[in-house]
């Protein structure tokens, strides 16, 4: 491995290490979520400020793989027999109208020559970064209130369907032959849940428990498997490889047991949140072109703009179409949760400069108001439900404010 190749790991360890620190320091001032502080890190040991850390091919192969892991783990945490019925079904009427709000204004920018594709910004704004929120959401104890199906639901669907949309839309030059690529696709990942899901052996699951903890760690590396297959599958396929990331998070999931499914998921979020998904968000900061904003500050509008268009496109939707399902303090904080963005936005503006489909300003800014979406609406959620009563099945239990964590284990989310 060359010099500087290490020497970049070990800053950008330093900074996986120093951005939960940093959170928890500033927690007693303002709420920052590890994810931020991971993107301003990187950026500031990147070429744009110190540029005393460079991107490689081992660099951008991690982030990479943080990626694919943070697409897994938002396929785990889904259950889907907790959304299934009225959750899941507002959460695809809501998502149908935010696609209609999202193409309107993104026809308006391309029309005034501040766009170049009203794909690239519409799919961008219809994103939810469900990976980000989940552990927000679960240690704050929403999950478990009756909140928790419809913010399951509703970022679900506004992970999946980008995720499809990129697949079919961005990544192939032959929509019509993607589709067909999907469905094979679709029909390998049912197959795969088909397998995990018929009933096993008492042998095979005495194997499975008894390695769960020994140096084996076999339901972990057979997971690690499940996600190497279905994203080799989806590339083999032209597909983009969130893709079958997000599938095997739902597969793995839907194959573990109940009392499994904590000591699985602690073991999971170990390898993604402790090691791969901050090089991920890092390394994005890495990326970051903040020449583009720096070279014409009359462009700064952008930010905000696109941060307020979030809100618009996914908030009000819910506002709008969950009135009979939830109380107004808790659509109003499902509405910010659902306007909160940043992991998918990352990917399509990516492939958006490959591709020459998004202007460099517009990469910057869409990023940069997904960094401040998820500063500020996450905490702005919690505090609309801070103080109140969230009902659950059972009845309406008190919320916990300091349960909150501002980032998952080690991180945290596109």
């Not at 303002?30 to 991971?38: S, T």
């Not at 972990?220 to 279905?230: E, F, K, P, S, Y």
């Not at 869409?366 to 401040?372: D, N, P, R, V, Y």
Request: aromatic share 6%; proline share 5%.
């Amino acid at each position: 491995m060359e010099e500087e190749t290490i020497t970049t790991l070990v800053l950008v360890s330093l900074a996986a290490v120093t951005a939960p620190l940093l959170a928890e320091w500033l927690v007693r001032r303002v709420r920052v979520p590890g994810v931020v502080i991971e993107i301003v890190l990187g950026i500031l040991i990147g070429p744009q400020l110190l540029d005393i850390a460079h991107r490689d091919h081992v660099v951008d192969g991690l982030a990479e793989l943080g990626l694919t892991f943070l697409m897994f783990l938002a396929g785990y945490e889904i259950e889907l027999h907790t959304i299934k019925g009225r959750p899941l079904n507002l959460a695809l009427v809501s998502w149908g109208f935010s696609l209609i709000l999202a193409f309107s204004f993104a026809y308006t920018l391309v029309a005034n020559g501040s766009a170049l594709s009203i794909l690239l910004i519409g799919l961008c704004l219809t994103t939810t970064a469900v990976g980000t929120l989940l552990p927000i959401v679960r240690d704050a104890g929403l999950l478990q209130s009756r909140l928790g199906p419809y913010f399951i639901g509703a970022g679900t669907i506004g992970e999946f369907g980008p995720i499809v949309a990129i697949a079919v839309l961005l990544t192939g030059d032959e929509p019509i032959k993607t589709i067909v690529f999907l469905c094979a696709f679709m029909l390998v990942a049912a197959a795969a849940a088909a397998i995990t899901l018929r009933a096993h052996p008492p042998q095979w699951i005495r194997l499975l428990r008894k390695h769960l903890n020994s140096s084996a760690q076999l339901p972990v590396r057979i997971a690690v498997l499940l996600v190497v297959v279905l994203v080799w599958v989806a590339s083999q396929l032209g597909l983009d490889a969130l893709l079958g990331a997000f599938a095997a998070g739902l597969i793995v999931r839907l194959s573990t047991s109940s009392s499994e499914h904590d000591p699985v998921r602690i073991k999971l979020e170990a390898i993604g949140f402790g090691f791969l998904i901050p090089i991920f968000f890092i390394v994005s900061g890495m990326r970051f072109d903040l020449a583009a904003l720096r070279s014409d500050p009359t462009q700064i509008i952008r930010v905000p703009m696109f941060l307020l268009a979030f809100f618009m496109v996914r908030g009000i939707p819910v506002m709008l179409l969950y009135q009979k399902d939830l109380s107004d303090a808790a659509r109003s904080a499902l509405a910010l949760l659902a306007s909160t963005q940043l992991p998918l936005i990352v990917v399509i503006v990516t492939i958006g400069l490959e591709t020459g489909r998004v202007l460099p300003v517009n990469a910057t800014a869409l990023i940069t108001a997904g960094m401040l979406s998820v500063l500020l609406y996450p905490s702005l959620a919690l505090v609309k439900m801070r103080g109140g009563r969230a009902e659950t099945v059972d009845g309406p239990v008190e919320f916990e404010p300091d349960r909150v964590a501002d980032q998952p284990a080690a991180t945290s989310v596109d």
